[in-house]
């Protein structure tokens, strides 16, 4: 398989990772952040901003550290793997970063 298309198939398994997430919160993120940020424009602001850092941030990390270069034979398996970790771990950093803005402002709120 060539890097191009092992490079798509990566990119499209990031998204597709990152979009799951995003379905599987957003219902739960809008009602937390409706009631801590108290306007429904506040709360949709976050949410998007939410969204966006969970497709950019596995996205950054899956796309610098895709494999480039056509004189080595990729393997097709190992790609994938890789790019499974990379994206979790992309949403796991952006998850992270999001869940202890969220946890501060509903303990400083209570």
Not at 70 to 88: G, H, K, M, W, Y
């Amino acid at each position: 398989m060539d890097t191009l298309s092992i490079f798509i198939i990566e990119v499209l398994l990031c998204l597709g990772i990152s979009l799951l997430l995003i379905y599987l919160l957003k219902p739960l993120l809008r009602e937390i952040l409706i009631e801590t940020c108290g306007t429904n424009t506040r709360a949709e602001f976050w949410v998007m901003f939410t969204q966006l850092m969970l497709i950019i941030s596995p996205l950054l990390i899956v796309i610098y550290f895709a494999p480039t270069t056509d004189s080595v034979p990729i393997n097709t398996a190992e790609a994938i793997q890789d790019t499974l970790f990379r994206s979790l771990l992309g949403d796991f950093i952006a998850l992270s970063m999001i869940g202890q803005f969220i946890w501060k402002s509903i303990k400083n709120f209570h």
